[in-house]
């Protein structure tokens, strides 16, 4: 058995000495996504993979990447043959996020989702933790996240404040 790995990994992850939001999920990739996802400014712009898979990089400083990763890239394998189905990460990333930066979720079904949350500086994550739930079909969740203003050139605790939006 094979293992295929294709990356694309955001230009702008492990920028130097800046702080960057990265957000990621993933899904089997025989599987439809069924909630869109992006990062949205205070002045409106957004950043990421809306329901009808157009891709937006509207933010400055932000990025989108697709990651393949697992299965067998052997087209006569079967379902059995393969130990772990090839999976797609989608990969947000936005370097010196603005205050009121938002994450939203939007339901193209009723589904559950969980999407990893990191905030890196210098190229070390500094915070890590996953916002998960549920979402209804053309329903919208938004959580806040909010980069604070750094004193003395060290990043300090991010406010995180969640909330539902019905659109």
């Known amino acids: 058995m094979s293992v295929l790995t ?10 130097a000495c800046q702080e960057v939001f990265s957000i990621s999920h993933d899904r089997s ?11 949205e400014d ?10 009808d898979e157009t891709i937006v990089e509207e933010i400055p400083g932000s990025d989108v990447a697709m990651e393949c990763i697992g299965g067998s890239n052997d087209l006569e394998a079967s379902a059995e ?12 990333s ?3 996020p603005q205050p009121a930066m938002h994450l939203f979720i939007k339901g193209d079904a009723d589904t559950a989702f969980s999407i990893e ?9 500094i915070e890590n933790y996953t916002v998960s739930g549920t979402v209804e079909m053309d329903e919208t969740k938004e959580v ?3 980069p604070p203003k750094p ?13 539902t939006r019905q659109e």
């Open 6 to 15: 294709y990356a694309i990994m955001p230009n702008n992850l492990f920028a």
């Open 29 to 39: 990739i025989n599987e439809a996504y069924l909630f869109s996802v992006w990062l």
């Open 42 to 51: 205070g002045a409106g712009h957004r950043t990421g993979f809306l329901n």
């Open 81 to 92: 043959d393969s130990a772990s189905p090839m999976r797609e990460i989608r990969h947000i």
């Open 94 to 96: 936005v370097v010196k």
């Open 117 to 125: 949350v990191d905030r890196i500086f210098c190229g070390k994550t």
């Open 144 to 146: 806040k996240l909010v």
């Open 151 to 163: 004193t003395d050139g060290t990043p300090q605790e991010t406010e995180i404040k969640t909330g």
